[in-house]
């Protein structure tokens, strides 16, 4: 998705839960320069990312509870990607996810140890992870790409999303994937807060929009 089209919703989204703007963008200028000079195998670019889903079938994992009975359910072959504390679910079961997507609150250990087994981690800035971003992103071992929310900038990318579930779907989708399953998704979750829910909303309009 071009930053044209995502804008409009963007805007929506931050006048729906009164974000600023300006904070997200002071966040991805922090991950962009934590990222700057990561070379060889700590590189991670678009084209990785592509080289990894493109023309494969995807499985998306979300973190709702249903993903620990839902998970036999993954194919072999499928191409796993995490939606950030989905990651914990899938190590738990002895799957080291092929693609990570975390705005860094999900368990961090888990993120990192997943990193250093090779996920490709792809980390996103916003307004309010400014400290996980400066605390996190230096500790991660494998390949990491920088995304944002905002209008995107020299190696900070936006590939349109907003949670963690619903980004995965649209990087899934800009990377070439054949096709894109969802494990984990609940978005009728009554055990979550007024927020969350309202989060879980936009998740479902985004990835409708997507698929």
Known sequence: MEFSEWEPLYTEILADFD???????????????????????????????????????????????SLASEINSIM??????????????????????????TDLDGTIEDIISASEKGSFVVVHAHGDNIPAVRSVVPLLGGRVLGTTQSEPFDDIHNFGGFSDGDRCVFLAKASGAASVMLFGFDYDDPDVNDVKKKKLGWAKRLIEECL
């Open 19 to 65: 974000f600023n703007r300006s904070e997200d963008v002071a966040s991805a200028r922090i991950l962009a320069d934590l990222l700057h000079g990561r070379a060889g195998a700590l590189a991670g670019t678009p084209a990785n990312l592509r080289s990894i889903i493109s023309g494969r079938d995807v499985a998306v994992c979300g973190n709702a509870p």
């Open 76 to 101: 072999p072959d499928q191409i796993v990607i995490a939606a950030d504390g989905a990651t914990t679910v899938l190590m738990a079961n002895r799957i080291i996810p092929d693609v990570i997507v």
